[in-house]
């Protein structure tokens, strides 16, 4: 039975345009769009209809970076694919692409698997995978070719993390040469892992222990460093690279230099590196270690470079790399010894609030949110026009967002599962207030009415963002 429902009398935001419409589903799908008030838009019947009158109607975000369920320093990230998506409906998310993981000496299919063995049934919302690759070989290679026909169609490689993600320079030209015949992204995690270990262990036998020496080891030139590298590495493959977490202004010139030679290379920031900084690592009594994150947050002087970035297109996208780990239990694996702080910080919820704020704080315009939160994201990973805007035939995956609504950001009144909030206390105007995901309502009035199992997986094609 199909059912018709009216979004009515809403401003509707894409990257493209704002319109006061009226929105018409059926069957999961936005049907048509008329001007509120017109002929057409009073001549439409529905089983359901939406007021969304002095609201905005907005496509449903797009994460681009999660990480559910990810094995991490000796235990996971809290938020299971269950709880995560539900996370993120409430927060006005209803797409998110989270990596699966190939350890090291398994295939990729078997990570592949695993990943979807943690999410199937489980989701609220929509969700692909991107694929880490952790042991880049001649098999794993060839196994990108068959992961892109599946819709995993972007690899994340790590120069960080030696022992555990990392990949050498040969490794990494490899899986670049690889993505430049089969048409997969590279998505890079730009950080000195080799550099930065030194420095680890050089400022432990110091007794450097606290959570704000995890900031001061991860230096700013380790990341424009490893980005740098990474571009030249792209060029010689004659790959496009798109950088995750990028959260020094340093990182940013690397960017814009590439972009202004015509180069194919992208740039992604986390809400995180917009909003907190040094300061929230240096809280005293361990409280630091809530806001342990590879890339480190910054001094705050780097924000200004992040949202010019965002404005001139240097940067492209923001997700918030959702890793959650609870303070207690999780993040106190840390005390005395901040390399042992599992890395990762809860946000799922919270990032089209946050960029909605700094919409209201004058960063960014209306359409740029929805372009950075919504569009590009779906493009850049193959998932556009399906998911990301609002026309006939996408998905109706719909926020009805009310942008002078007040809330204050809270452990107490979020829906991730963990313990602490990253922004507590934080009062952002705006606030989702119904999501629909393809049709279905699964945030009702700030009732959640979704269920376990509603979202699918939904494969990707390649990059779009290039054409
Ligand atoms: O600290 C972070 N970002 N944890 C998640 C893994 C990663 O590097 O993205
Ligand atoms: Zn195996
Ligand atoms: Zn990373
Ligand atoms: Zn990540």
Request: with cysteine; charged share 25%.
């Amino acid at each position: 039975m199909s059912t018709r429902t009216l979004v009515r009398g809403g401003l509707v935001i894409t990257a493209a345009e704002e319109t006061h419409a009226d929105v018409l589903v059926e069957e999961g799908r936005v049907v048509a769009l008329a001007a509120h008030g017109s002929s057409a838009a009073e001549a439409w019947t529905a089983d359901r209809v939406l007021d969304a009158t002095g609201k905005y109607v907005i496509p449903g975000g797009v994460d681009a970076h999660t990480h559910m369920e990810l094995p991490f320093g000796g235990t996971f990230a809290s938020d299971d694919f269950e709880t995560g998506t539900r996370a993120a409906a409430w927060g006005g998310t209803t797409t998110i692409v989270d990596f699966a993981v190939q350890t090291v000496g398994h295939t990729l299919r078997e990570g592949l698997d695993a990943w979807h063995a943690k999410a199937d049934g489980k989701c609220a919302i929509d969700y692909g995978f991107h694929m880490i690759l952790s042991d880049v070989d001649d098999s794993s290679l060839k196994e990108m070719d068959l992961l892109i026909e599946e819709g995993v169609t972007s690899f994340k490689l790590f120069m960080a993390y030696p022992g555990v993600f990392y990949s050498d320079d040969g490794q990494i030209l490899r899986a670049m040469q690889r993505s430049s015949l089969n048409g997969g992204l590279i998505m890079m995690h730009a950080e000195n892992g080799i550099a930065i270990d030194v420095l680890v262990e050089q400022a432990l036998a110091r007794g450097e222990t606290d959570p704000r020496y995890h900031g001061e080891v991860r230096k700013v030139l380790l990341e424009a460093e490893a980005t740098h590298r990474a571009i030249q590495l792209a060029r010689v493959a004659g790959a496009p690279l798109y950088v995750v977490h990028v959260s020094a202004e340093e990182a940013v010139a690397e960017l814009a230099a590439a972009r202004d030679k015509g180069l194919p290379v992208f740039g992604e920031t986390c809400p995180q590196y917009l909003f907190l900084s040094t300061d929230n690592l240096a809280e005293p009594g361990f409280e630091g270690a809530k806001y342990v994150c590879s890339t480190p947050l910054r001094p705050r002087e780097h924000q200004a470079a992040l949202w010019r970035g965002l404005r001139t297109n240097d940067l492209q996208v923001v997700s918030t790399d959702h890793c959650p780990f609870c303070f207690r239990g999780q993040k106190e694996l840390g005390r005395g010894d901040f390399s042992k702080i599992p890395n990762g910080l809860p946000g799922v919820e919270n990032r089209m609030d946050l960029l909605h704020q700094a919409v209201v704080d004058g960063h960014i315009s209306r359409r740029r949110w929805i372009e950075i939160a919504c569009a590009t994201p779906a493009r850049m990973f193959g998932l556009y026009p399906k998911k990301g805007t609002i026309a006939p035939g996408t998905d109706a995956d719909l926020v009805i967002y009310d942008p002078k609504a007040t809330q204050t950001l809270s452990a107490e009144t979020h829906h991730m599962n963990v313990d602490y909030s990253a922004y507590e206390g934080k009062t952002v105007t705006g606030r989702v207030e119904t999501v629909l995901s393809r049709g279905e309502v699964v945030i009702d009035r700030r009732t959640f009415t979704g269920r376990a199992g509603h979202g699918v997986y939904t494969p990707r094609s390649t990059c779009q963002y290039l054409n």
